[in-house]
């Protein structure tokens, strides 16, 4: 691949099977569990990762990951792919009635990128990374 396109990896984008949050910004009488979805739930995540991955790298005496886009394609683009991602190769990311939209397959793609994240193997590939 010669450049970054979107996306770059896949989380799940649908409230449908979303992530359950305490919400409680709009007020007391607006307060309660709500299920969200996209990149609401994606980026928090992925922060989380990448905050587990620097803690990581602390432990074995490296420095901060600054920006994870060029570690994670070497890592994508490296033997351990198939042991720190999911690689989705079914499905779309159509939008529906239009013809708008990608259709996934193996290895990298435009409707769902590396794939979701196995982060237990990932954090250590982020660990050895230099």
Known sequence: MGGRA???VSYNA???GGVLVFYSALGPAAAGFYVIGGTSAGSPQWAG???LAD???AIAGKGRIAFANPALYSIAQGPHYAADFHDITVGDNTLAGTSVGF???AGYDLATGW???NVAHLIADFV???
Request: aromatic share 0%; proline share 14%; glycine share 10%.
């Open 6 to 8: 979107v996306p770059d």
């Open 14 to 16: 649908a409230v449908d």
């Open 49 to 51: 990762i990448i905050a």
């Open 55 to 57: 803690t990581a790298r």
């Open 103 to 105: 259709t996934a397959g």
């Open 115 to 117: 794939g979701t994240p």
């Open 128 to 130: 050895i990374r230099p």
